[in-house]
């Protein structure tokens, strides 16, 4: 069962007020990292698998890629995403991520922000990303860290006062479903290991350029005190490819 509670209203209005919801780019923690990975974009052909409002879908085309494609689940995240975009070079697709069926050697780069940990199978997802990339081509995505995936909870451990006190980590080999609460209560995840993302890329035929596990930015933690605590543990995972030229 795939899920999408993009299109929950309760879920969906509780996404619109998220600070990367009102800012775009700017306003999600990890952007300052992932911007610095991408690969030239100039005339190249990108696909952006949960695109979401369409923001890393407009970037692109900032950078003068020549199309873009943007893939995502949700009716509500489409419908947002067409009203922000004004660009023929854009097209938006309504498919589940799982579900991508594009042609051999069809993009330059693929990109994916924070969607994959709600993915059952990511080995099936880099062996499609892997056919629809040509040779020498550039596959990018965030998730969130293994660290923050691994227990239900995906809480801090807080003291009598509400104060964290260490973020624990536990089951952390039981790969697996996990029944979460981001917004809204019942989210499903699915969490993985460090070693299993790097495996199965490997294992499908990808060459690891970069991995970086991002800290807020300067600016982030001097206009935002309390993410201080975001230095504690990792929140996010970049993961930067390329398709040998080989496979």
Same mark, same amino acid.
């Given at each position: 069962?795939?899920?999408?509670?993009?299109?929950? !209203?309760?879920?969906?209005?509780?996404?619109?007020?998220?600070?990367?919801?009102?800012?775009?780019?700017?306003?999600? #923690?990890?952007? %300052?990292?992932f911007k610095?990975?991408?690969?030239?974009?100039?005339?190249?052909?990108?696909?952006?698998?949960?695109?979401?409002?369409?923001?890393?879908?407009?970037?692109?085309?900032?950078? $003068?890629?020549?199309?873009?494609?943007?893939?995502?689940?949700?009716?509500?995240?489409?419908?947002?995403?067409?009203?922000?975009?004004?660009?023929?070079?854009?097209?938006?697709?309504?498919?589940?991520?799982?579900?991508?069926?594009?042609?051999?050697? $069809?993009?330059?780069?693929?990109?994916?922000?924070?969607?994959? %940990?709600?993915?059952?199978?990511?080995?099936?997802?880099?062996?499609?990303?892997?056919?629809?990339?040509? !040779?020498? #081509?550039?596959?990018?995505?965030?998730?969130?860290?293994?660290?923050?995936?691994?227990?239900?909870?995906q809480d801090?451990?807080?003291?009598?006062? #509400?104060?964290?006190?260490?973020?624990?980590?536990? %089951?952390?080999?039981?790969? #697996?479903?996990?029944?979460?609460?981001?917004?809204?209560?019942?989210?499903?995840?699915? %969490?993985?290991?460090?070693?299993?993302?790097?495996?199965?890329?490997? $294992?499908?035929?990808?060459?690891?350029?970069?991995?970086?596990?991002?800290?807020?930015?300067?600016?982030?933690?001097?206009?935002?005190?309390?993410?201080?605590?975001?230095?504690?543990?990792?929140?996010?995972?970049?993961?930067?490819?390329?398709?040998s030229t080989?496979?």
């Amino acid at each position: 069962m795939k899920q999408n509670k993009y299109d929950d !209203p309760n879920f969906f209005s509780a996404y619109e007020k998220m600070e990367r919801s009102i800012n775009g780019l700017e306003g999600a #923690g990890e952007w %300052h990292v992932f911007k610095k990975m991408l690969p030239d974009l100039q005339g190249k052909r990108v696909l952006d698998l949960g695109c979401g409002f369409g923001w890393h879908c407009r970037y692109a085309r900032e950078q $003068q890629a020549s199309s873009v494609i943007g893939v995502d689940i949700s009716e509500n995240m489409l419908e947002k995403a067409r009203k922000m975009t004004d660009d023929t070079a854009i097209s938006y697709k309504k498919i589940p991520i799982e579900d991508i069926n594009f042609s051999k050697e $069809q993009f330059d780069v693929v990109i994916s922000s924070l969607a994959f %940990h709600y993915i059952q199978s990511f080995k099936t997802i880099c062996e499609k990303v892997h056919y629809s990339l040509k !040779p020498g #081509g550039t596959f990018i995505f965030s998730v969130e860290h293994p660290i923050f995936t691994s227990r239900n909870e995906q809480d801090w451990w807080y003291d009598d006062e #509400g104060n964290p006190l260490h973020w624990p980590v536990d %089951h952390y080999q039981a790969e #697996g479903l996990r029944d979460t609460t981001f917004l809204t209560n019942n989210v499903v995840k699915y %969490h993985r290991t460090l070693s299993t993302y790097i495996n199965d890329l490997i $294992q499908v035929g990808f060459t690891i350029k970069q991995v970086e596990e991002p800290l807020p930015s300067e600016e982030t933690l001097h206009n935002i005190p309390e993410m201080k605590d975001e230095l504690r543990r990792p929140m996010f995972l970049i993961i930067s490819t390329e398709k040998s030229t080989d496979r």
